[in-house]
């Protein structure tokens, strides 16, 4: 992988089609969220299939928790459909078929020439695109576990949501003044977070 990608780093801000084929930047997906990005090979990959079986599970979690995942790997339109329909996932698959991050982040697998697939990475990040965590899923165990996850997400909202704890006298104070800033959802309406989170990045 590139030597700049890297924990502190920025994730580069790709623009791919998703699975409806509209074009989607991933700073536009990602919002003010916390978001996990896994780059897989693809349907034939059953270590794929098997992750995103558990996310599956575990995205119930990260609606409820307002943070945002993506999968992006370099198969078909009609191949990123099935999977993303088989997996019953409902977050977006977006499709790098020219594979521009497998040779941007210097990922492709080698050993592999028939599929020519990215090395399966899974990144965990902050708001603003800001890299937390890094996974390399060449090997199955070298893929986050879903309590490695919720422990990445837990210290990610501890540190970009003002209001992890409300139980402080500062915080308080706040509240009692009217001055709603550092409570979420920081500004929005509930409607435009809720709009949002169901996947209508683009009305708000």
Known sequence: MRTDIKVGALFPDYELPDHTNTK???SQLQGMDPMVIMLGRGIYCPKDRQQLRQLVDFSSQMDVGFSRIVYINCDNLILSNDLRLGMGAHWPFLRDENRTIMHDLEIQEYTDPHNNPMIPHTFVLEPGLKIYKIYNGYWY????SMAELHQDLRDITMKCRYDFK?????????WERNERDNFYPYGKSWEEVFIRMAG???KF
């Open 24 to 26: 989607r930047k991933l």
């Open 141 to 144: 165990w070298g893929r986050p």
């Open 166 to 174: 409300i139980d402080t006298i500062e915080m308080r104070a706040q």
């Open 200 to 202: 209508d990045v683009d």
